[in-house]
């Protein structure tokens, strides 16, 4: 048993007490800092305060970015195999560097030197749409000023280009929007089964309003960019190569489908439904002036430029991007109408084999060539263009 003093026999004095507080406090206040700096038990180090900053996508003010460039697809990695939409952006252009963007379909690239960001929405409309409303909300980067260069692969009508083209365009036109009755089902004096919401009949007069509680049906893009684009590299050679001559030699009822892969301006049509054959196309060559109110000219057919559109209008609304400075670019991968001897069957089969559409590395190519070359000049001269997009009459 240990032995403790009787206190009440110690006498002690007003100053021994506030020196024993005094001391006390100082004890306890060394062991609380002792403490707080400590690190619990299975805790990680913190990281330097200046960490975050460097981790890949994030820094602290928003990244300011001249161009982002718009693919679609890229079936394996970004570089070295067999190449997507994304691929020869990412290694000719070059993006460098990768962002993570886990909200997205696939992580970012990012060249900094340039301000230049690629992205991948994934295919179809609603792919294309939650992709780029994604990247226009992530908070890393201000894309109040960039330039949206949309640059994918298309069909195309052989009445109007060749496979290997590349065309901007000044209108997107939705292809899924309306009413649809079986083509077994028409009645015979309608040429398609394919009816604008409002009607009742197929292009019945007047077309109703493009953007309605249904949707938009049809967007127009800035005319003068447009021009702009194709004045820049209308003169940008193509390659013409063996296996799109033996593709053209079937298309002698068509001549600008006989031409060697060229720049021009024509307007993409988009849908999620991947049509072919002359009925499908005799259709989209109706729909698309009827909805622009003849302005408006069928050339190609893809699937994410409509809801894109759609994305990127929402985000004007919010003052995120600007929409005239959208500028869509396709490039013909095939015929969208069998050539001679051929039908529409015969023509699906040959676009859904492992080979894909006929003219598919060719028209990659194509897309490259061109887009990069409005994207340098953007970027190589942004004191020209950073307050006022350009425009040619």
């Not at 691929?87 to 909200?103: H, K």
């Not at 499908?280 to 057919?301: D, H, K, L, Q, S």
């Amino acid at each position: 048993m240990r032995r403790v003093a009787n206190v009440s026999t110690v006498k002690r004095s007003p100053a021994d007490g506030i020196r024993a507080i005094v001391c006390a406090f100082a004890l306890f206040c060394c062991a609380f800092a002792l403490y707080r700096s400590a690190p619990a038990a299975n805790a990680q180090p913190a990281p330097p305060a200046s960490s975050a900053a460097s981790l890949p996508g994030v820094r602290a003010a928003p990244l300011p970015i001249r161009v982002v460039v718009v693919t679609t697809f890229e079936p394996g990695a970004d570089t070295g195999d067999v190449p997507g939409e994304f691929q020869f952006w990412v290694e000719r252009l070059p993006l460098p560097s990768v962002v993570a963007f886990p909200q997205g379909y696939r992580s970012l690239r990012y060249d900094p030197a340039r301000g230049i960001l690629g992205i991948v929405t994934g295919e179809g409309a609603e792919r294309g749409a939650a992709s780029v409303m994604a990247l226009g909300l992530d908070e890393r980067f201000d894309l109040s000023h960039a330039y949206w260069v949309i640059a994918g692969i298309a069909g195309v009508d052989p009445k109007a280009a060749s496979v290997g083209s590349a065309a901007w365009a000044n209108w997107v036109v939705n292809a899924d929007l309306g009413f649809e009755v079986d083509a077994r089902d028409i009645p015979r004096t309608w040429p398609t089964g394919i009816v604008p919401f409002n009607r009742a009949t197929p292009f019945a007069p007047p077309a109703p309003d493009a953007d309605s509680i249904h949707g938009v049906n049809a967007y127009a893009l800035n005319a003068g960019l447009a021009s702009w684009a194709y004045a820049l590299t209308a003169s940008v050679p193509l390659a013409d190569t063996a296996n799109l001559r033996h593709i053209r030699a079937r298309y002698a009822r068509f001549p600008n489908a006989r031409r060697p892969p060229y720049v021009l301006r024509g307007d993409s049509l988009c849908g999620d439904r991947y049509w072919v054959g002359p009925s499908m196309n005799a259709w989209a060559e109706r729909w698309v002036p009827y909805w622009t109110g003849g302005n408006g000219t069928f050339v190609m057919t893809a699937e994410e430029d409509a809801g894109i559109m759609q994305a990127l209008t929402f985000l004007a609304h919010a003052a995120r991007v600007d929409v005239r400075r959208v500028m869509v670019l396709r490039t013909a991968s095939d015929y969208t109408q069998p050539g001679d001897g051929g039908d529409a069957a015969g023509l699906l089969a040959g676009d859904a084999s492992k080979n894909g559409e006929s003219a598919y590395l060719e028209a990659l190519e194509a897309a490259y060539r061109v887009g990069s070359t409005a994207v340098n000049e953007l970027t190589a001269h942004w004191e020209r263009y950073a307050d006022h997009p350009p425009a040619t009459p």
